[in-house]
């Protein structure tokens, strides 16, 4: 009598249901793995994102620092810029107005230079004081040369009943007095307002540094 076969149906289904097991835990560890692996991109992804920003942040705030520090250099360079501007300023009005006598001096000695201040302060009287009986109190040094051509430049804007008096006090300059208002062009006069000419020898000054630079 021959043996019992080994295949026998019980055997068959019970490797079907091994095969089937092992299918299923295959699948089940394939999955498993994929998950891992897309929670793994999706944490790495995150990881990258927060660098990402972490790194913009840093960027954005070194940024940030450095026009916050660029902005404090410039204030302390023009606040160095100024006060040097200013010292320069103080020095320049130290050297300039003990000359400023002696050049205005000057310029009264020579004649063409004369004649333009005794015409700038016709003008300005003329503008400023009533058109008649004005009376021009000159230098007691002038000789009838000088007086004469102070008459010419009155009558040459059609000022012809102002009177000319000689006056000891008057060295430099012309006082123009009508109905009791002065217009005073003496050396003691043009420095008495000392912030005045200060002001004005400052533009001066800016305008010639002006005009050197533009020319370099």
């Known amino acids: ?44 992804a995150r990881a990258r994102d927060k660098a990402r920003r972490q790194m913009s942040r840093a960027v954005a705030e070194l940024r940030a620092t450095e026009r916050e520090r660029l902005q404090q250099v410039r204030a302390e360079l023009e606040t160095a810029e100024r006060r040097q501007s200013s010292a320069r300023a103080l020095a320049a009005l130290a050297a300039a107005w003990p000359k400023l006598g002696d050049a205005l001096a000057r310029r009264w000695d020579d004649a063409d230079a004369r004649r333009l201040w005794l015409d700038a302060q016709l003008a300005l009287a003329q503008a400023r004081l009533p058109s008649t009986g004005w009376v021009l109190r000159h230098p ?18 059609g000022v012809t009943d102002a009177g000319l008096v000689a006056d000891e006090r008057v060295s430099i300059g012309l006082v123009v007095d009508a109905d009791g208002v002065r217009l005073d062009s003496t050396l003691q006069a043009l420095l008495a307002d000392r912030p005045f000419v200060e002001a004005a020898l400052l533009a001066a000054l800016d305008a010639n540094l002006r005009g050197k630079h533009g020319h370099e």
């Open 1 to 44: 009598m021959s043996a019992a076969s080994p295949t026998s149906p019980e055997m068959a289904q019970a490797d079907a249901l091994v095969d089937e097991i092992a299918r299923q835990a295959a699948a089940q560890r394939q999955q498993i793995l994929d998950a891992a692996a897309r929670e793994g991109d999706e944490i790495r």
């Open 140 to 157: 007691a040094s002038w000789h009838d040369d000088d007086c004469d051509a102070l008459r010419t430049l009155l009558a040459a804007r």
